[in-house]
C-alpha cells in the first residue's frame, strides 16, 4: 500500500508562484510513475504533469512553460512547481503514484489563483 502526503497549496495572486510537494510512503519501490492531477469546480479532472522514475516528463500544453514537475527519487517526494499563475489554475491538486497496475491518490491540496 501506498501513502501519498501532499503539501504547499494555498492562496496567491495571478502571476505568483507555488511548490507543491507530494510524500510517498510504504511500497514505494516499484512506483513508476508520479504526478498530479487538478479538478477545478464543475469541471472533470485533468492530468497537470507526470514524471518517471527515469525521469522522464509529460505535461499539459496548458501548463507548459509555467509549470515544472520533478522528483526526488531518494526523498520519495515528487514536486510540481508553479509559477505565473492564472486564476483557471485554480483547482484542488491531487498527486498520485503508479504501481503495480494501481494507482494510488492523494488528499488533495486546494490552490486559489486571485485575479
Known amino acids: 500500500q501506498v501513502q501519498l502526503v501532499e503539501s504547499g497549496g494555498g492562496l496567491v495572486q495571478a502571476g505568483g508562484s507555488l511548490r507543491l510537494s507530494c510524500a510517498a510512503s510504504?511500497?514505494?519501490?516499484?512506483?513508476?510513475?508520479m504526478g498530479w492531477y487538478r479538478q477545478a469546480p464543475g469541471k472533470q479532472r485533468e492530468l497537470v504533469a507526470s514524471?518517471?522514475?527515469?525521469?522522464?516528463?509529460n505535461s499539459a500544453d496548458s501548463v507548459k512553460g509555467r509549470f515544472t514537475i520533478s522528483r526526488d527519487n531518494a526523498k520519495n517526494t515528487v514536486y510540481l512547481q508553479m509559477n505565473s499563475l492564472k486564476p483557471e489554475d485554480t483547482a484542488v491538486y491531487y498527486c498520485?503514484?503508479?504501481?503495480?497496475?494501481?494507482?494510488?491518490w492523494g488528499q488533495g491540496t486546494q490552490v486559489t489563483v486571485s485575479s
Open positions: 510504504g511500497g514505494i519501490f516499484s512506483i513508476i510513475v
Open positions: 514524471i518517471t522514475r527515469a525521469g522522464s516528463t
Open positions: 498520485f503514484a503508479d504501481r503495480d497496475l494501481r494507482r494510488y
